[in-house]
Nanobody, 115 residues
């Protein structure tokens, strides 16, 4: 069974950048569309950005122009490049298929944007 492991989070100042990685233990090409989700304290988990198996992308209005999702099917990895980070981006970030499956939720990676 394929597992997804997120990494790359941390503490960053407003305006800074981070690159998140989601490594799969098996092939992700057959997964189709994959996405990054985030969950801020006291809020619902929501989809931030998605990418199809052939590289078409979409993202939430709140991150358009700042976050870029990409995938490397050969490396079974999905990335989220996060630029111009804002305090409201603070959350735990998860990767999963789109629409999500409860089976694939991992521990996520914490992103904290603070001065």
């Amino acid at each position: 069974q394929v597992q997804l492991v997120e990494s790359g989070g941390g503490l960053v100042q407003p305006g800074g950048s981070l690159r998140l990685s989601c490594a799969a233990s098996g092939s992700i090409f057959s997964f189709g569309t994959m996405g990054w989700y985030h969950q801020a304290p006291g809020k619902e988990r929501e989809l931030v950005a998605a990418i199809t198996s052939v590289g078409s992308t979409n993202s939430a209005d709140s991150v358009k122009g700042r976050f870029t999702i990409s995938r490397d099917n050969a490396k079974n990895t999905v990335y989220l490049q996060m630029n111009s980070l804002k305090p409201e981006d603070t959350a735990v970030y998860y990767c999963n298929v789109v629409p999500y499956s409860d089976y694939y939720w991992g521990q996520g990676t914490q992103v904290t944007v603070s001065s």
